[in-house]
């Protein structure tokens, strides 16, 4: 066979392009992984808390004005006595002084609420710190030893069987790919809540703004739940996959390849 025609065989083609790929891919991966770009959100996280935190102090302290303020008045038009004046005072001091505590230590109570969660899914899922972008190396293993096994399979003969190996890679990128996206998503939502949600702890100054804090508080903790959910999920969902990467290197020498890659193509998409 003559360079020319080797050139013009889709098989050939289809490895070369795919090699290429993978090579520009692994230069590029320091730069452009799922967790770079993570890393440069978590990065900016203390940014954000640095902002919020100055807007939240602020906040807080013209709403404690009002309440005091507000207070006082409710106290002189009753007419209370000065045991009145010192208990309510007392309690308004408890109060605002619960909220100031959480608006002082907050940066570091809230990321603790998160974090401990995201440990007891990373502990009880065994995964340790795993990363996304190991998930994505995962799928584009799977991946490629699909197309690996399309090149080598014969287009012109079995073009049938390729193109069914090619479709379940795809399926198989897009079924890891997702997962990538969705722990991404979650993680930077959680820099997102220690970050620029900080400022709702500057609504604990009033009672009639607390519930903003409150809430705060439940979408971290929410936040949390869904990291720990998700590495569990992923725990008991990536132990499946280091079989699926040896059945598609196997593909080529299999019986039925296209009906093995289209079951381990299916299999990542559940």
């Not at 997962?179 to 949600?197: C, D, I, K, R």
Request: hydrophobic share 55%.
């Amino acid at each position: 066979m003559t360079v020319r025609k080797r050139w013009r065989n889709p098989a050939v083609l289809c490895a070369v392009c795919a090699l290429a790929f993978l090579g520009t891919a692994h230069v590029a991966k320091a730069q452009t992984s799922p967790s770079a770009m993570l890393d440069q959100f978590r990065a900016v996280r203390m940014t954000w808390l640095t902002v919020a935190a100055g807007y939240a102090n602020r906040l807080f302290g013209l709403l404690a004005l009002i309440e005091f303020a507000w207070t006082a008045a409710i106290l002189v038009l009753e007419r209370t006595d000065l045991q009145g004046w010192t208990a309510a005072l007392i309690r308004k001091m408890m109060f605002i002084g619960a909220f100031f505590a959480l608006l002082n230590f907050g940066a570091d109570w809230i990321p603790r609420i998160i974090n401990s969660f995201q440990q007891i899914g990373q502990n009880a899922s065994g995964l340790g710190s795993l990363a996304p972008t190991d998930i994505l190396v995962q799928g584009l293993n799977i991946t490629g030893n699909l197309l690996s096994g399309a090149a080598s399979s014969g287009w012109l003969g079995n073009i049938g069987t390729a193109l069914s190996l090619v479709f379940a890679a795809l399926l198989a990128f897009l079924a890891f790919l997702g997962l990538t996206v969705q722990l991404v998503v979650t993680l930077v939502e959680s820099y997102l809540v220690v970050g620029a949600g900080f400022i709702f702890l500057g609504f604990g100054g009033s009672r009639w703004t607390a519930p903003y804090v409150e809430r705060y508080i439940s979408l971290a903790v929410s936040t949390g739940v869904k990291v720990m959910v998700l590495y569990l999920l992923l725990g008991a969902g990536l132990t499946l996959t280091n079989g699926w990467v040896a059945a598609a290197r196997a593909i080529p020498g299999s019986a039925e390849p296209a009906v093995d890659a289209l079951d381990i193509a299916a299999s990542a998409v559940l």
